[in-house]
T-cell receptor
C-alpha cells in the first residue's frame, strides 16, 4: 500500500483482556519497528523485525507482550492480560532496507498508530 | 549510548514569529539526527534529517535545522510560524544497537501558535 496501515485505530479493553494490534507496512519493506508512546511522552522502542526475523525484542515491557511477523510483511503485536499501564499509542514503522549498523540513515515511515485504553 | 534531549516540553509563539525548538544530542561520533512532527491523532512525519552531508538541513514546511558539533545541538527553526505548525515535534537519533540502527526519540516539544 501507499503507507503504513495500523488497525484498529482505537481499542478499549477491560483490564485482563487480550488485545491484538495489526500493522501493514509498505509493501516490500524489510524492516519493521514497534514503538509505544505513552501520553505526553516520546515513542519508546519495543521490537524490531528484519523480514520475518525478530532481531530485537529488548524493549518489550514484559512477557505479556508478544510480536510476530510470520511472512515478513504484516505484523501483529499481542498484549495478554492487559493492565492499565499498557494504555498508550502503539506505533508501527517500516523502512525499505535492513537497519544495518552502517547502512546509513534509512528513514522510517510511521503509521497513524493504535490507541489502546485499558479500563 | 546515543540519546537526545529536548529542552522545553511546551513552546508558545505568536503567528509570524520565529520558531525555535531545541535539541541536544549525546554522542561520541557524528550521529544521524532527525526531526519528526506529530499532528493530533496522526503518526510521525519526517521533517528533516542530518546525515553529515551538510550542517544546515532544510526540511518540509519551511523548517530547517543546523547541526553544531561544538554545541552538540540540532535545533529546529522556522522564520515565521503559521497556525498549521501547531503540533508536537520530536528530535531523534539513530543509535547502533546489536549491529543495527535503532531510532531513539526525545520526549517531544508541543508547539502552540497564538493568533
Amino acid at each position: 500500500g501507499a503507507g503504513v496501515s495500523q488497525s484498529p485505530r482505537y481499542k478499549v479493553a477491560k483490564r485482563g483482556q487480550d488485545v491484538a494490534l495489526r500493522c501493514d507496512p509498505i509493501s516490500g519493506h524489510v524492516s519493521l519497528f514497534w514503538y509505544q508512546q505513552a501520553l505526553g511522552q516520546g515513542p519508546e522502542f519495543l521490537t524490531y523485525f528484519q523480514n520475518e526475523a525478530q532481531l530485537d525484542k529488548s524493549g518489550l515491557p514484559s512477557d505479556r507482550f508478544f510480536a510476530e511477523r510470520p511472512e515478513g510483511s504484516v505484523s501483529t503485536l499481542k498484549i495478554q492480560r492487559t493492565q492499565q499501564e499498557d494504555s498508550a499509542v502503539y506505533l508501527c514503522a517500516s523502512s525499505p532496507t535492513r537497519q544495518g549498523a552502517y547502512s546509513g540513515a534509512n528513514v522510517l515511515t510511521f503509521g497513524a498508530g493504535s490507541r489502546l485504553t485499558v479500563l | 549510548a546515543q540519546s537526545v534531549t529536548q529542552l522545553g516540553s511546551h513552546v508558545s509563539v505568536s503567528e509570524g514569529a520565529l520558531v525555535l525548538l531545541r535539541c541536544n544530542y549525546s554522542s561520541s561520533v557524528p550521529p544521524y539526527l532527525f526531526w519528526y512532527v506529530q499532528y493530533p491523532n496522526q503518526g510521525l512525519q519526517l521533517l528533516l534529517k542530518y546525515t553529515s552531508a551538510a550542517t544546515l538541513v532544510k526540511g518540509i514546511n519551511g523548517f530547517e535545522a543546523e547541526f553544531k558539533k561544538s554545541e552538540t545541538s540540532f535545533h529546529l527553526t522556522k522564520p515565521s510560524a503559521h497556525m498549521s505548525d501547531a503540533a508536537e515535534y520530536f528530535c531523534a537519533v539513530f543509535r547502533n544497537s546489536g549491529g543495527y540502527q535503532k531510532v531513539t526519540f526525545g520526549t517531544g516539544t508541543k508547539l502552540q501558535v497564538i493568533p
